[in-house]
């Protein structure tokens, strides 16, 4: 479902006939299974389903990534950064396994006795990391966190349609609904389904999340952070499932794109994802390690953040489209590595929808191909030669800059000035949560990678309200199919109407699409064992890495 600038199956879902619209644990995993590998189709990379199973352990392993946490408070967990790290130290009731498929996780079972009632039996004897056990006292506390209003949970969509959380056994959880919600479930892999310590959480008050311990239960628990430099993970050795590899796990921020690739290639860091699209080549051929490419799910996308300004106007949309130089973008911003879209979700999303649909769903999208005389046509039949739009750009890796100064450059083609705002690395994030952050901004670069393996993820983002609605989109109807989708328990079904929203979502340029792109790791020759898909977001991958010799 998220965020900022870079991002992000094996086996094919299963298509369910469901003669009831009920939906069995079961039936929900081969749902939410994921996509064929090459499913979206990238052609200039070879994507790997996984790297080389690490053949011993490690004392420590250095990690990079391109900014700090903001905080590592599971209910904030929205972008790269936070989640990067917390996926090893806090768990959730169901887990995304690095082939994007869901399995049991702190739950060790989930079933659905009617279509608005979800039961979540626990497993026994799973530690917290102060050492106290996990109860169902502990979940009902940690997903009521998410549906406090007061806390502004970044994962508060998830919970719309929850209308009570009750313990109903001493390991045992049982969630209402107001109405069927086919999404709930597959987001409890996700940091919205995060289970902490009720009393560790509530010791820390306002402070929890930005030091200290976490009080979760991952195979890794939080160390020393040195702020502004970097977080250290320390192996929990009463994890209730199989011990991390490594016994400490240090993450470097890294902001500036060069600095990491350099760390990378020295050896100061062993590894880390997200690498910058420029040094895609000098990785390859560095004989340093290995840089691997793997399933993202992943959109890069002009996120349309007001309607107030020139944007409103449906043509200045269509005319900042047409003029984008998008393969460019792919060859220069993503270094060759992806694919030109016209389709805001990835064909990887929609792998297990049927046929017909899945074309439908694919069929008179955004136009791709550039057509600067109509785009110059639109914005003076819109009135708006001379207006001023503005884009935030970063330095965060290219793929964020060039995508700003491409815009930059077809709205000079066609008489539109847009203007470029320089955002910190680490103040990228706060585009995604702080309105503030956003004000005077027209729009920005997001790459935006699904949290779950269904299309809907991404597509109820323009429903009335949502939390990355940001321009504020608002049409009935369009609202009316995101809720028929999600209370649509059969696959086959909610994919049709999935394609409508998809339709509606590219006539309307609700956000400009531009590139699919796959997931990119590297590792250098001491380690292995991460996984390649974007699943690292919310599966303890650490964990999996140890010396490759």
């Known amino acids: 479902m998220t965020p900022t600038a870079p991002a992000r199956r094996a086996t094919a879902p299963g298509r369910l ?18 996509p064929p590998r090459g499913g979206s189709d990238q052609a200039a990379v070879q994507l790997s389903a996984d790297t080389p199973a690490a053949k011993g352990e490690l004392d420590s392993f250095t990690w990079a990534t391109y900014a700090e946490p903001p905080t590592l408070d599971y209910i904030q967990a929205f972008d790269y950064p936070q989640n990067t790290v917390l996926s090893n130290v806090c768990e959730s009731l169901m887990r995304w396994t690095p082939q994007l498929t869901l399995a049991p996780g702190l739950a060790e079972k989930a079933s659905n006795p009617d ?11 799973v530690h917290f990391h102060d050492g106290s056990v996990m109860t169902a006292d502990d979940v009902v506390y940690s997903l009521g966190r998410q549906t406090n209003p007061d806390n502004a949970s970044a994962w508060a969509q998830v919970f719309q349609n929850v209308d009570s959380v009750a313990k109903t056994g ?27 310590a009720k009393a560790g959480v509530e010791a820390a008050g306002k402070d929890y999340g930005t030091g200290g311990s976490l009080d979760c239960t991952g195979p890794f628990k939080l160390g020393a952070w040195a702020k502004g430099q970097s977080i250290e993970l320390q192996r929990f050795d009463d994890y209730w499932g199989t011990k991390a590899k490594s016994k400490k796990v240090v993450f470097s921020f890294l902001t500036d794109p060069s600095a990491r690739t350099n ?25 340093a ?12 996308n002009l996120n349309v953040t007001s309607m107030q300004g020139p944007l409103g106007d449906l043509r200045v949309r269509q005319a900042l489209s047409l003029a984008l130089d998008r393969s460019g973008f792919v060859r220069t911003g993503l270094a060759g590595a992806g694919t030109v879209t016209g389709s805001l979700t990835t064909r990887a999303a929609w792998a297990g929808a049927p046929d017909d649909v899945r074309k439908s769903a694919f069929e008179h999208l955004t136009p791709t191909a550039q057509d600067v005389e109509r785009a110059k046509a639109l914005v003076k039949e819109a009135g708006a030669e001379g207006k001023t739009l503005t884009v935030a750009t970063s330095t965060i890796g290219q793929d964020v800059s060039l995508l700003a100064t491409a815009v930059q450059a077809a709205g000079a083609k066609i008489g539109l000035n847009v203007q470029l705002r320089t955002i910190a690395p680490n103040a990228f994030t706060a585009l995604f949560t702080d309105p503030k952050a956003r004000e005077g901004l027209d729009m920005f670069p997001e790459t935006y ?12 983002n323009f429903k009335t309200g949502a939390y990355q609605n940001f321009a504020g989109y608002s049409e009935p109807a369009y609202d009316g199919l995101v809720d028929q989708a999600t209370a649509e328990y059969d696959p086959a079904k909610r994919a049709a109407i999935e394609a409508k929203l998809q339709q509606t979502a590219s006539e309307q340029l609700l956000w400009i699409p531009v590139a699919e792109w796959p997931t990119a790791v590297f590792l250098n020759k001491r380690i292995t064992g991460a996984p390649t898909t974007i699943s690292y977001m919310y599966y303890p991958w650490a964990a999996d890495v140890g010396a490759a010799r």
């Open 449 to 460: 990678y699904d949290s779950v393996t269904d299309p809907l993820d991404l597509l109820a």
């Open 115 to 125: 279509a608005t009632t979800w039961v979540y039996d626990l497993r026994s004897g």
């Open 289 to 300: 390690g290995t840089l691997y490419f793997g399933e993202g799910l992943s959109t890069v």
């Open 17 to 34: 006939a469901l003669a009831t619209a009920l939906l069995s644990a079961a039936a929900l995993v081969a749902a939410c299974s994921g």
């Open 170 to 196: 001493p390991l045992q959880v049982t969630v209402k609904l107001k109405q069927p919600d086919s999404q709930f479930p597959q987001y409890m892999a996700t940091a919205a389904g995060v289970v902490a």
């Open 263 to 287: 760390a990378m290639l020295t050896g100061d860091v062993d590894g880390g994802y997200l690498i910058p699209t420029e040094s895609y080549d000098r990785l390859r051929k560095s004989g």
